[in-house]
């Protein structure tokens, strides 16, 4: 599967923005999704994963109760609704597939990575 993310761009702080990540495959959702994201000289980190059927979802603690992962498998894509922006939200945010069902939490379970997209949140 190959994944290309868009909808990133920049917006203020307090505000939203919803990313997309559009799967090439019949075999969507054959995966496990996540979404992770790395800004200027950290690591890259989780910040939520969705089951492959059934809409289990996970989110990374900075993220709970703003940020809500979901797919569409008939559209083949994976989106991220994010609520109340913060400027340390600013990051380039990466989707990835994994045979792990309910998604992960962990970089190294995910086989697939799309290209990334840019979100930029201003102070």
């Known amino acids: 599967v190959q994944l290309q993310a868009s909808g990133g761009g920049l917006v203020q702080a307090g505000g939203s923005l919803r990313v997309s990540c559009a799967a090439d495959?019949?075999?969507?959702?054959?995966?496990?999704m996540g979404w992770f994201r790395q800004a200027p000289g950290k690591e890259r980190e989780f910040v939520a994963s969705?089951?492959?059927?059934?809409?289990?979802?996970s989110y990374g603690d900075s993220v709970k109760g703003r940020f809500a992962i979901s797919r569409d498998n008939a559209k083949r894509t994976l989106y991220l609704q994010m609520n109340s922006l913060k400027p340390e939200d600013t990051a380039i945010y990466y989707c990835?597939?994994?045979?792990?069902?309910?998604?992960?939490?962990?970089?190294?379970?995910?086989?697939?990575w799309g290209q990334g997209t840019l979100v930029t949140v201003s102070s």
């Open positions: 969705i089951s492959r059927i059934d809409g289990i979802t």
């Open positions: 495959e019949r075999t969507f959702n054959s995966y496990g």
């Open positions: 990835a597939a994994t045979p792990v069902y309910g998604g992960s939490s962990k970089r190294n379970e995910y086989r697939v």
